[in-house]
């Protein structure tokens, strides 16, 4: 090609003159490009698309610098604008064009973060290179674009024009599709994820970027569908990964705009009838078992590392069919039906409780959806709920961890939420959860109630102090509502024993109060410090002790003889010296003395009622 048929355009040479300079310096170095393919100088050609790429970048990075002044802004539009004159021209060299291909993808998708006419006019001309270019190589060259961007240009606009580019390769590819795509999605799943958690609620360009990872998920299912047998599985395997991932990052890249992310949401459940995921499968995490098993083949764990997300994606998708019935009938699935399945299995109800943790742990994740989540949890609870099962304590032992895991995540809940209403559902769930094992499986109950009270009160230790007080109040809460059902039984004894004895009334209780009244580390506890913990455990251990005394039960062992020496002797006594000592280190009339004395008030109150009980109960039997 003639370096005369590079002459600039009329139209640009018309341009204010503050712009020219800028032209004709592109159009020096693109002559330059082109005289070196012409001269078959392939060092050269390097070199002079090494300066066309510094020439672009210096544009970008002035107007990026400066985004206030419109001129700069200006300036790139215009540059932008006769490159795309150039590589869309049909008088260009294909060998020119290659050869730009290589770098120019990345450094105009910067130009894409200037404004929406230059985000525009950048995907035009990544279209060019994707339609007359090699797919393989314009793979490869979109990934790296897309997985080492300058960080002043680390954001959505730079990303999006990249995804559009590699949504169209992904069509245009004819060998070895599956290999291709799964090599390329670990690259899109990292931008999402990092856009993810830098998006804020002003950001726009985020949801187009959702938008354009969605344009992704359908190039996908459009190979696939032109695909055979195995392949063909693998693939559409691989989509359902991907759509689960992106349902993630769309939920917590929303932040508290719930309501904003409707079309996005209705886009990705669409593909769940084609990657053949169920609601039921979803929330019980088998789906992502069959897909997980499907894709991976020799690479293992190594490449599901790129999926982080993937059962709060599966959980979410549930819990958004749950919030409106416009997702679950573009699914076509029927929620009822999903909550009668789980309310009628036990295993699969500990399955769904399992996959709701990652739901409740998330920190990232809308309240909103918090909320939502415990609400639905709430749903599959109400009605009859059967408990049957085989191999109850084999079931009940591999599901233990991941049941007290999600117990700890609906904690959290409970504790930093900021609104009430939503603590209160966590609350219900929370109490919910541990009743139902409680009532209904006496069997594991025992086994439950107290490796529950156990771990979760270790937890409470190692993060807050109040949370210790929170949770043995909510645990003498259930003895106490356990109690009231064992008493309405009538005169059933038997019956009233067999309830009391295989669930929270047991020895593990007295443990619990040990630990705040007399600390692993030895010594009473620390005051005024632990106040709270050590009120809500001296009224725990009060409440059994009245309880057991007044029905004549000892499921805890309270009212044994050794264990009322040791309450008295190792308990209680030394901490009444703790409380007496302070209060009479606190007779100053200054505002900490008073504070100090007013916090162990109560303390002192429920302290010496417990010692008058234990008294009592020794001088009983000795």
């Known amino acids: 090609m003639s370096v005369e048929s590079l002459r600039l355009s009329e139209a640009s040479l018309d341009e204010p003159p503050s712009s020219q300079p800028l032209l004709l310096r592109l159009h020096r170095a693109l002559i330059s490009c082109s005289t070196s393919i012409e001269a078959g100088d392939f060092c050269q050609l390097e070199k002079s698309v090494a300066k066309l790429v510094d020439f672009l970048d210096s544009v970008t990075g002035a107007a990026v610098s400066e985004p206030d002044k419109e001129c700069f802004e200006s300036?790139?539009?215009?540059?932008?604008?006769?490159?795309?004159?150039?590589?869309?021209?049909?008088?260009?060299?294909?060998?020119?064009?290659?050869?730009?291909?290589?770098?120019?993808?990345?450094?105009?998708?910067?130009?894409?973060?200037?404004?929406?006419?230059?985000?525009?006019?950048?995907?035009?001309?990544?279209?060019?290179?994707?339609?007359?270019?090699?797919?393989?190589?314009?793979?490869?060259?979109?990934?790296?674009?897309?997985?080492?961007?300058?960080?002043?240009?680390?954001?959505?606009?730079?990303?999006?024009?990249?995804?559009?580019?590699?949504?169209?390769?992904?069509?245009?590819?004819?060998?070895?599709?599956?290999?291709?795509?799964?090599?390329?999605?670990?690259?899109?799943?990292?931008?999402?994820?990092?856009?993810?958690?830098?998006?804020?609620?002003?950001?726009?360009?985020?949801?187009?970027?959702?938008?354009?990872?969605?344009?992704?998920?359908?190039?996908?299912?459009?190979?696939?569908?032109?695909?055979?047998?195995?392949?063909?599985?693998?693939?559409?395997?691989?989509?359902?990964?991907?759509?689960?991932?992106?349902?993630?990052?769309?939920?917590?890249?929303?932040?508290?705009?719930?309501?904003?992310?409707?079309?996005?949401?209705?886009?990705?459940?669409?593909?769940?009838?084609?990657?053949?995921?169920?609601?039921?499968?979803?929330?019980?995490?088998?789906?992502?078992?069959?897909?997980?098993?499907?894709?991976?083949?020799?690479?293992?764990?190594?490449?599901?590392?790129?999926?982080?997300?993937?059962?709060?994606?599966?959980?979410?998708?549930?819990?958004?069919?749950?919030?409106?019935?416009?997702?679950?009938?573009?699914?076509?699935?029927?929620?009822?039906?999903?909550?009668?399945?789980?309310?009628?299995?036990?295993?699969?109800?500990?399955?769904?409780?399992?996959?709701?943790?990652?739901?409740?742990?998330?920190?990232?994740?809308?309240?909103?959806?918090?909320?939502?989540?415990?609400?639905?949890?709430?749903?599959?609870?109400?009605?009859?709920?059967?408990?049957?099962?085989?191999?109850?304590?084999?079931?009940?032992?591999?599901?233990?961890?991941?049941?007290?895991?999600?117990?700890?995540?609906?904690?959290?809940?409970?504790?930093?939420?900021?609104d009430s209403v939503i603590r209160k559902y966590a609350f219900d769930a929370f109490r919910k959860h541990r009743a139902e094992r409680a009532e209904r499986t006496p069997e594991i109950g025992a086994t439950f109630c107290c490796c529950f009270c156990h771990y979760l009160l270790a937890f409470a230790f190692l993060s807050s102090r109040n949370q210790i007080a929170i949770l043995i109040d909510c645990l003498r809460g259930e003895m106490h509502m356990e109690n009231c059902r064992s008493i309405s039984v009538g005169n059933q004894v038997i019956q009233a024993q067999t309830s009391a004895s295989t669930t929270f009334w047991n020895a593990g209780v007295l443990e619990l109060v040990e630990l705040v009244l007399r600390p692993p580390k030895g010594g009473p506890p620390s005051l005024p410090e632990y106040g709270d913990a050590v009120l809500s455990a001296l009224n725990l251990y009060r409440f059994v002790l009245i309880t057991e005394s007044t029905g004549k039960t000892n499921w805890t062992g309270v009212v044994s003889k050794n264990n009322l020496q040791k309450a008295y002797n190792e308990w209680l006594l030394p901490l009444r010296t703790l409380v007496t000592g302070i209060a009479a280190e606190n007779q100053d009339y200054d505002q900490l003395a008073e504070d100090t004395v007013c916090a162990l008030n109560p303390i002192e109150l429920v302290l010496f009622r417990c010692l008058e009980l234990v008294e009592e109960k020794l001088n009983h039997a000795g």
């Open 75 to 418: 300036d790139g539009f215009q540059v932008l604008t006769e490159l795309q004159r150039y590589i869309t021209s049909p008088s260009v060299d294909q060998a020119v064009v290659d050869a730009l291909s290589l770098e120019l993808p990345k450094a105009v998708s910067r130009f894409a973060c200037l404004s929406q006419r230059c985000l525009e006019i950048t995907e035009s001309v990544i279209d060019r290179f994707v339609e007359s270019c090699s797919p393989r190589d314009m793979l490869t060259i979109l990934c790296e674009a897309l997985d080492s961007p300058n960080k002043m240009f680390k954001a959505p606009g730079y990303f999006i024009p990249l995804l559009s580019g590699l949504s169209k390769v992904f069509i245009s590819i004819n060998r070895r599709q599956f290999e291709q795509v799964k090599e390329a999605v670990p690259v899109v799943i990292n931008v999402l994820k990092t856009m993810s958690l830098e998006s804020d609620e002003e950001d726009t360009g985020y949801e187009a970027l959702l938008h354009r990872s969605i344009d992704i998920a359908k190039s996908i299912q459009a190979v696939s569908m032109k695909l055979e047998d195995k392949v063909k599985e693998k693939l559409r395997a691989l989509l359902g990964l991907y759509v689960l991932q992106v349902m993630a990052f769309v939920s917590i890249g929303i932040r508290d705009k719930v309501s904003g992310c409707v079309n996005l949401v209705l886009e990705l459940s669409r593909f769940f009838s084609y990657c053949n995921l169920s609601y039921l499968s979803l929330i019980t995490g088998c789906d992502i078992d069959k897909i997980t098993s499907t894709v991976v083949g020799e690479d293992g764990d190594d490449f599901m590392g790129y999926f982080p997300n993937l059962k709060l994606g599966a959980s979410l998708s549930v819990i958004w069919g749950y919030i409106s019935n416009e997702f679950s009938e573009v699914v076509g699935e029927d929620l009822a039906a999903v909550k009668a399945e789980l309310s009628g299995n036990q295993v699969k109800r500990w399955q769904a409780l399992g996959m709701l943790r990652d739901i409740f742990s998330c920190v990232n994740l809308p309240w909103e959806l918090k909320k939502q989540a415990t609400n639905f949890l709430l749903w599959i609870f109400e009605g009859n709920i059967s408990h049957e099962y085989d191999n109850k304590d084999m079931e009940c032992s591999f599901h233990m961890p991941s049941l007290f895991a999600t117990l700890q995540a609906v904690q959290m809940v409970i504790m930093y939420a900021p």
